[in-house]
Nanobody, 125 residues
Framework: QVQLVESGGGLVQPGGSLRLSCAVS????????IGWFRQAPGKEREGVSY??????YYVDSVKGRFTIARDNSKNTVYLQMKSLKPEDAAVYYC????????????????????WGQGTQVTVSS
C-alpha cells in the first residue's frame, strides 16, 4: 500500500524556518521522484520543489530559501524552508512519480500518481 505522510508544518514568524518531512512506504524511493506542492486558499496547487534521480528543481519564488533533500535509506524526503514569508503559507503536499518522468513537467500535478494528506504551514507574526 503506497503511502506518503507529510509532517513538520506549523506556525512560524516571518523570517523563520521549518523542515517538512515526507515519509513514504509501500514502494522503493530509489525508483521514484518526489515533488513538493503547496496550495493556499483560493489559489491553484503550485509545484514548489522536486527531487529527481540526480537533480532538483525549485519554483523561482523559493530559490535560495528552500532546499530539498532525500534520504532513501530512511524512505524520507525533506524540504528545508528558511526565510519564510507570509506568501509561503499554504498546505504543503508531497507526491510521487516515476523517476523516468520528463524533468520539464515536474511542476505538473497531473503527472503524479500518489499524494500525501498535506501539512499546514502558517507564516504570521
Amino acid at each position: 500500500q503506497v503511502q506518503l505522510v507529510e509532517s513538520g508544518g506549523g506556525l512560524v514568524q516571518p523570517g523563520g524556518s521549518l523542515r517538512l518531512s515526507c515519509a513514504v512506504s509501500g514502494f522503493t524511493l530509489d525508483y521514484y521522484a518526489i515533488g513538493w506542492f503547496r496550495q493556499a486558499p483560493g489559489k491553484e496547487r503550485e509545484g514548489v520543489s522536486y527531487s529527481g534521480e540526480n537533480f532538483s528543481y525549485y519554483v523561482d519564488s523559493v530559490k535560495g530559501r528552500f532546499t530539498i533533500a532525500r534520504d532513501n535509506s530512511k524512505n524520507t524526503v525533506y524540504l528545508q524552508m528558511k526565510s519564510l514569508k507570509p506568501e509561503d503559507a499554504a498546505v504543503y503536499y508531497c507526491a510521487r512519480r516515476p523517476s523516468s518522468g520528463v524533468p520539464s513537467t515536474w511542476s505538473s500535478a497531473k503527472t503524479y500518481d500518489y499524494w500525501g494528506q498535506g501539512t499546514q504551514v502558517t507564516v504570521s507574526s
